[in-house]
């Protein structure tokens, strides 16, 4: 235990592990959590540099920089780095950090495991990169691999593509069934499920949809790699298979997927608003259930995402209307952030910042949802522009604020010092500028016509993809400057006191206990 407490793994014949093996063999959920953080986000860089080369060439009409074959195949990375190795490790490796300690265990229920369903990853990303080195090139169908561009018609790198994506949907269930057997086993007496922090409710329900659905994505490549290898004619017709099963086995998948990837931005983001606000949050008991509500529904929309492969109008108008059915949970949650910062004493330190960021453009992508849910006009819509800017706008602003608003808001707790507050102010502003740069006209450009993975495009849209490109490569170098912030803090400067967001006295019940075990406060207006 006191190995675990002091933040090192203890080698049983030996003593303490020393120096790089430390971190190999470590046990303890929070070298496990730095790992994951400094894995992901150097995912982050790699897939940022793919988005460059994309950018570099869309800056002008034409043919610039790169092959039509390469550019498709940076475009088919970036996806799935961004999804799989950036924003996915992020929030495993907050949820390592933060949910031992927000429960008021010693550590994750089984560290061990914990440890392998981290090392898995870095191989299965460095067999996916090695892809690009291959004959044929790497994986250049798209981030969503639909059939049979991907494998009647793919590089004959596509097999260990495959691989990697088992490599990462194994990591991912031993991740979640970790998470779920601490929730459930090893929280501090006293603490009921509905006396958790809400970044543990979402993370608890978000390992539920990982269970779920991992194993869907597991089947679809598997019947993709039987398709390439041995014969079979799932997704061909001419073998009497379908290509549209893949989609629907895919996005059976792949729309829990996108919740995966924005539910523990909701709870970082309803651990940091109340903080700010100094005002306990409002209706946690609804914002419970409207997480729920989210994972429930997020599992009977998929077709949404294949409204124009002919499908019967009953299922378009079935799964037009239980689409828009989501925004009423989503809306709650809006509604709960909003009234908890009204009439709040309300301070903007770079988290705070951040988390209203997140909750303003979360918004603008939630609405561009709604309207690509109305069936008629998504055929409108559908492989544009707006679709890239609708999921650009849920997943810069949403899932990877929330990511960066976890990483100040924690930093002072994890390192003992705080980072510098100018420096992540303007970090903030050239994120958000840099963002609503690259993302906003694409909204544009999408209800101008403009279609999506393509190298080139028409004259008319080359002012706004101007503008994109410009907008993209600042929010991606200043993510150098977030970089050089946490390895500033990490080595030391002004030490963050017991209570580092200073007026937040008294909101101390609502934080983590640094001790191992809970010593759980009442609310102040309870006592």
């Known amino acids: 235990m006191s190995a675990v407490l002091e933040g090192h793994t203890t080698d049983h014949h030996h003593g303490p592990a020393k120096g790089l093996w430390r971190w190999v063999l470590t046990t303890n959920h929070k070298d496990i959590g730095t790992l994951y953080l400094w894995f ?10 793919m988005a460059f080369v994309i950018r570099a060439e869309l800056f002008q009409p034409g043919m610039q920089i790169v092959d039509p074959n390469f550019f498709n195949q940076m475009t088919t990375m970036h996806g799935l780095v961004m999804v799989f190795g950036a924003v996915m490790p992020a929030f495993v490796g907050l949820a390592n950090w933060m949910v031992p300690m927000m429960v008021g265990a010693p550590d994750m229920a089984m560290p061990r495991m914990n440890n392998w369903s981290f090392w898995i990853l870095p191989f299965a990303f460095a067999m996916l990169s090695s892809t690009l080195f291959m004959e044929g090139g790497g994986p250049n169908f798209g981030w969503t691999f639909y059939a049979p561009l991907s494998t009647t018609y793919a590089p004959p790198s596509t097999v260990l593509f495959i691989l990697s994506v088992h490599m990462m949907g194994i990591s991912s269930i031993m991740g979640a069934i ?23 409710w979402t993370w608890l329900i978000t390992a539920f949809l990982l269970i779920a659905v991992m194993p869907v994505l597991a089947g679809v490549v598997t019947m993709m790699l039987m398709d390439i290898s041995f014969g079979t004619s799932f997704f061909s017709a001419a073998g009497g298979g379908d290509p549209v099963l893949f989609q629907h086995v895919f996005w059976f998948f792949g729309h829990p997927e996108v919740y995966i990837m924005i539910l523990p931005a909701f709870g970082v983001v309803s651990a940091i608003i109340p903080a700010f606000a100094r ?3 409002f209706g946690y008991t609804s914002m419970v259930y409207a997480t729920a509500s989210i994972a429930f529904l997020s599992f009977i929309v998929w077709a949404h995402h294949m409204f124009t492969v002919g499908m019967p109008i009953t299922g378009e108008l079935y799964f037009m209307y239980a689409t828009m059915l989501i925004a ?24 705070m910042l951040f988390a209203v960021a997140f909750v303003i453009l979360f918004t603008i992508g939630g609405f561009s949802g709604l309207m690509l849910a109305i069936a008629p006009a998504d055929f409108q819509y559908h492989d544009t522009y707006f679709v890239v800017a609708h999921f650009h706008y849920v997943l810069v602003p949403g899932a990877i604020f929330g990511i960066m608003a976890g ?14 507050e100018t420096m992540g102010k303007v970090h903030f502003w050239l994120s958000f500028i840099g963002m609503n740069l690259a993302f906003f006209p694409m909204h544009f450009t999408g209800l101008a016509g403009m279609p999506r993975r393509i190298p080139d495009y028409a004259l008319q849209f080359a002012n706004f993809n101007m503008i994109s490109s410009v907008g993209a490569f600042l929010f991606g170098f200043t993510q150098l400057l977030f970089l050089f912030i946490v390895i500033k803090c990490i080595m030391g400067g002004k030490k963050a006191s017991a209570k580092p967001w200073e007026g937040a006295e008294g909101l101390e019940w609502m934080l983590p206990s640094p001790a191992p075990y809970h010593t759980f406060t009442t609310p102040p207006d309870v006592k």
């Open 40 to 49: 992901s986000f150097a995912m982050f860089l790699f897939g940022g540099t």
């Open 178 to 200: 970790n998470i779920i057997a601490t929730v459930l086993n090893l929280r501090a007496p006293g603490m009921t499920l509905m006396k958790m922090p809400l970044f543990v």
């Open 279 to 281: 005002k306990p949050l």
């Open 328 to 351: 009423v949970p989503t809306g709650v949650k809006v509604f709960n952030w909003i009234t908890t910062m009204f009439k709040g004493a309300l301070t903007f330190e770079t988290p």
């Open 407 to 420: 990483v100040y808001y924690w930093l002072p707790k994890w390192t003992g010092y705080m980072y510098d």
